[in-house]
């Protein structure tokens, strides 16, 4: 018998559930919706979870099952796989499975932490959603492509293809825009705080940068440096949690 609250569930995963909704969603809305909805649905169907153990990844598969429910409902059509899956399988064997550190520290200031998180955000929303979903279990919540592999239902050589094309498209934006990556870049956190009265104008006007990310368009090759930067700056990015008034809600609606 499984002996857990619905006040203890939320204590315990309540910041973790959010945080995956976020990555997901890359919108602070519609990630507090989506994970109260996985709260209250796993409290619904408590009685099917057989190990507690389990129950973290259980809640992550609820969540990430809303989050595709939701997409289906905003496209008002089925998801597709719509990427060629033998170009996928030969990208996969591209992508490296190793990523060093970063030779050089890159030093993430406090003030326009929020800034370059906004920035970093807007550009995943601008993925593919296979390559969003393959790009944040893996680089933001280190599952393995084959545990990704099942979630999706494509080989696990397909999710490395995905895994290949989100990295190289977030890396050639980045290679051409931003100043953390290249001095000579235009693009520089301290000037998005010069003109940008808040984060949510800010992230306004870097989504009008780019409508989608196609690092073949660019003609982008791999860089070993830039690659090694990026990851060191997602690895770094901030977990956001909820409000108090959030976790209440979840709590008074599972008990009426």
């Known amino acids: 018998m499984i002996f857990i609250t619905i006040e203890s569930m939320i204590k315990e995963y309540g910041t973790y559930i959010y945080n995956f909704a976020f990555k997901l969603t890359c919108h602070p809305q519609k990630a507090e919706d989506i994970a109260q909805e996985t709260f209250i649905s796993a409290w619904k169907n408590i009685h099917k979870l057989r190990d507690e153990k389990a129950l973290k990844k259980w809640l992550r598969t609820i969540c990430l099952n809303n989050f595709l429910m939701e997409y289906r409902k905003e496209q008002t059509k089925n998801l597709e796989y719509t990427d060629d899956i033998e170009r996928l399988e030969y990208e996969g064997t ?10 050089d520290e890159i030093i993430v200031e406090d003030e326009i932490r929020q800034l370059q ?5 807007a550009m995943v929303r601008k993925l593919t959603l296979n390559q969003r979903i393959t790009f944040s279990l893996v680089d933001m919540f280190g599952l393995t492509t084959k545990e990704v592999a099942g979630v999706l239902e494509m080989s696990e050589g397909a999710v490395k293809g995905l895994l290949y094309r989100a990295r190289m498209n977030i890396d050639s934006f980045f290679a051409d ?14 000037a998005w705080i010069e003109f940008s009265n808040s984060r949510e104008t800010n992230q306004s006007n870097m989504r009008k940068l780019v409508d989608k990310l196609d690092y073949k368009e660019k003609n982008y090759a791999f860089s070993k440096e830039v690659r090694e930067k990026i990851f060191y700056l997602y690895k770094h990015l901030e977990d956001r949690k909820p409000s ?8 008074s609606s599972v008990n009426h």
Not at 177 to 190: R, V
Not at 244 to 251: D, E, G, L, S, T
Request: proline residues 5%.
């Open 94 to 103: 591209l992508l490296s499975a190793d990523i060093a550190s970063p030779e």
């Open 244 to 251: 108090a008034a959030w976790y209440q809600n979840i709590i």
């Open 117 to 121: 998180n906004g920035c970093f955000y």
């Open 177 to 190: 825009h931003c100043n953390i990556i290249d001095i000579k870049n235009p693009c520089s956190c301290k």
